[in-house]
């Protein structure tokens, strides 16, 4: 009987600074801490390779984003229960986003009773300082097609990710709750959800300084509402 569940959130950076000293210590984490459901970003798929795959055990069902970067970076979504419906909302809405693969990989998780069917988005917006606008304009859609979805065939609402923003931007366009708790720091700073300071040095100075925001909560009272 399923009553409760954890979820694992983390940008895993590709395969960037010293990968093999970081895989490891990321096959290690997400088996210490057993997460039901986890949401990957910057995750490397191509032909030859799965990043998702290599670092999380066969127990996990894998889905991971269609319209990747050149390179095969995405994002992943794995679960240890099966996956029913998956939609992909297009995020690239002005001429500034054509850059980043930008997506919200939405993910029904069929679990079992009591806890019933999981609505799971996995957000990655625009990365970029000045591109707010285009980020709230990518949260709105994200919520129009969770509220589409869970119209049909309703369920439990989660949205995880990479939200590259200040959550007051966020929660100004996903009006769930009035403050997202932030998801227990359930996986170190080591195991790479941001680049360590030596590796950033290339950024913009602005961007090197910026806050990640990684987050995980529910949203069963989400409402898209419209920009003013």
Known sequence: ?????????????????????????????????????????????????????????LAYHLIHQSAREPDGQGVTTASRWPIGQALEVDLHLTPRTASFASTCLITEILVPEPLGRIWLANHLPDWQLDHEHERQLQATAAARALARLNADRPGHLIVAGDLDADPGHQRSV?????????????????????????????LRPRESVRRRLGLAFPADRLHPRRLR
């Open 1 to 57: 009987m399923v009553t409760n569940l954890r979820i694992a959130t983390l940008n895993t950076w590709g395969t960037r600074g010293d990968w093999k000293a970081r895989r490891p210590i990321l096959q290690r984490g997400f088996e210490a801490l057993s997460p039901d459901l986890i949401t990957l970003q910057e995750t490397i798929v191509t032909d030859g390779y799965d990043q998702a795959r290599e670092i999380l055990s």
């Open 174 to 202: 996903l009006d769930g709750p009035p403050r997202p708790r932030r998801a227990q720091r359930l996986l170190p700073r080591r195991l790479g959800e941001c680049p360590p300071r030596r590796a950033r040095a290339h």
